[in-house]
């Protein structure tokens, strides 16, 4: 079993460490960045953020990195956008920039929730109308999905619409009901 699964998602460490290079080459460490212990507490907090989305397969671990390089990105235009000596346009565009990419930052949350299967959708009924004989079901509905069996609830032959007519566009015409399939 690959030791680095929990950072990059896959089964191959190659594609793991690779991914967590490419990771740890997306944050900003300062200027005159010296290696040693702030460095390097630095990119365990990086490999840190990776474990705890704990990626289960490659696609998760690519958007695990999305994830931090839009967050070191929009952290980096706010910084730069508060610098003292930083001209108006400059704040300007280092705010929007950063607004653009926080924007991003969230959507990319929500595809990996959606991935996952957390993110399911809701439906929110308003109106229902149920006419005589009908019946309104609310929940989760499941059917046999692919299954040839007939469930003894169903009907198993044509009946005919009971008490409301199709119109005619000749009001004197017979109004007749029409078949309805059942087991369709």
């Known amino acids: 079993?690959?030791?680095?699964?929990?950072?990059?998602?896959?089964?191959?460490?190659?594609?793991?460490?690779?991914?967590?290079?490419?990771?740890?080459?997306?944050?900003?460490?300062?200027?005159?960045?010296?290696?040693?212990?702030?460095?390097?507490?630095?990119?365990?907090?990086?490999?840190?953020?990776?474990?705890?989305?704990?990626?289960?397969?490659?696609?998760?671990?690519?958007?695990?990195a999305h994830l931090f390089a839009s967050h070191a990105a929009a952290m980096e235009c706010y910084r730069r956008a508060m610098l003292p000596e930083q001209s108006v346009e400059g704040k300007q565009m280092n705010l929007t920039l950063a607004a653009k990419l926080t924007r991003a930052n969230a959507e990319q949350a929500a595809a990996l929730s959606k991935y996952r299967g957390k993110g399911q959708q809701k439906v929110v009924v308003e109106h229902v109308h149920?006419?005589?004989?009908?019946?309104?079901?609310?929940?989760?509905?499941?059917?046999?999905?692919?299954?040839?069996?007939?469930?003894?609830?169903?009907p198993h032959a044509i009946g005919y619409a009971e008490r409301f007519p199709v119109r005619c566009e000749d009001e004197e015409q017979k109004r007749e009901a029409l078949p309805v399939a059942g087991n369709a």
């Open 1 to 64: 079993m690959p030791e680095l699964k929990h950072l990059g998602g896959s089964k191959s460490d190659q594609w793991n460490l690779m991914l967590c290079n490419q990771v740890i080459s997306t944050a900003w460490y300062g200027r005159n960045t010296q290696p040693g212990e702030d460095l390097d507490d630095k990119r365990a907090a990086i490999l840190a953020f990776m474990a705890g989305v704990n990626p289960k397969d490659t696609i998760e671990g690519m958007m695990a």
């Open 130 to 154: 149920v006419y005589p004989g009908g019946q309104a079901i609310v929940g989760q509905v499941t059917t046999p999905g692919g299954s040839t069996k007939n469930l003894e609830a169903q």
